[in-house]
């Protein structure tokens, strides 16, 4: 598609459920990345793809968070054992390569509201 | 220090005003720049991207200071619809990274 897409909207779950999120990156894109944006819009890095491999994965807490870009299926992020703190919105970010002006430029879905109560 | 520093504001400016923001980045390796613009939010969208001294575009002008490690937007004759938060956003490049750091963004209210 020509826009990233993120499902769902937003999500609800209690303290230690598990909670899923998908991210459809714009065809052709072939870099996925996945922040985190808590309150005070303070934006983390979470982890990046290039095609299915994880390219950079240096701010995933490990324990409970994970991340999946197969072929032909929607990227995935996955937290097992929701905590208080994990409520944000996640965002999900395409872009097409790294070389050359402009290919590195991020374009990013709606997002997902994670509240956890 | 923070990676990447903007001044949160909020700026209150009339319309048709010039603001300008700045943004602050402490790793001398970055190599890309960009402003995105972030209502409500919702997500950020791109505004401008910064490769070398600078970008135009309309009312938006970016200029890139790499002796001083700063990036600049100035938005010129404000527009209500430009109330937003301005985030900075800094690729260091180092090695094969290519996640962005982020400022913490500077909110603007332009007021009619």
């Known amino acids: 598609g020509e826009e990233v897409a993120q499902t769902p909207k937003h999500l609800v779950r209690g303290e230690g459920q598990k909670a899923k999120l998908y991210c459809a990156p714009i065809k052709g894109h072939s870099y996925v990345f996945w922040y985190q944006q808590v309150l005070k819009n303070e934006f983390k890095f979470l982890i990046s793809?290039?095609?299915?491999?994880?390219?950079?994965e240096t701010g995933m807490p490990k324990e409970r968070f994970s991340a999946k870009c197969l072929p032909n299926s929607p990227c995935s992020l996955e937290i097992q054992a929701t905590k208080l703190e994990d409520s944000a919105v996640y965002f999900c970010a395409s872009s097409p390569s790294d070389r050359g002006y402009g290919t590195d430029t991020q374009y990013f879905g709606p997002g997902t509201r994670l509240t956890v109560l | 220090r923070k990676e990447v520093e903007q001044d949160p504001g909020p700026f209150n400016v009339p319309e048709g005003a010039t603001v300008a923001f700045n943004c602050t980045y402490s790793?001398?390796?970055?190599?890309?720049f960009f402003w995105y613009r972030q209502d409500c939010r919702k997500e950020p969208k791109l505004l401008m991207s910064v490769y070398s001294s600078g970008n135009e575009d309309g009312r938006f002008t970016a200029q890139l200071n790499r002796a001083s490690q700063y990036i600049s937007l100035l938005i010129r004759d404000s527009k209500l619809s430009d109330s937003a938060t301005y985030l900075c956003a800094v690729n260091a490049h180092a090695g094969n990274n290519r996640k962005l750091i982020w400022g913490l963004g500077t909110s603007l209210a332009v007021n009619p």
């Open positions: 790793n001398s390796a970055s190599q890309s």
């Open positions: 793809f290039q095609n299915e491999n994880v390219f950079d």
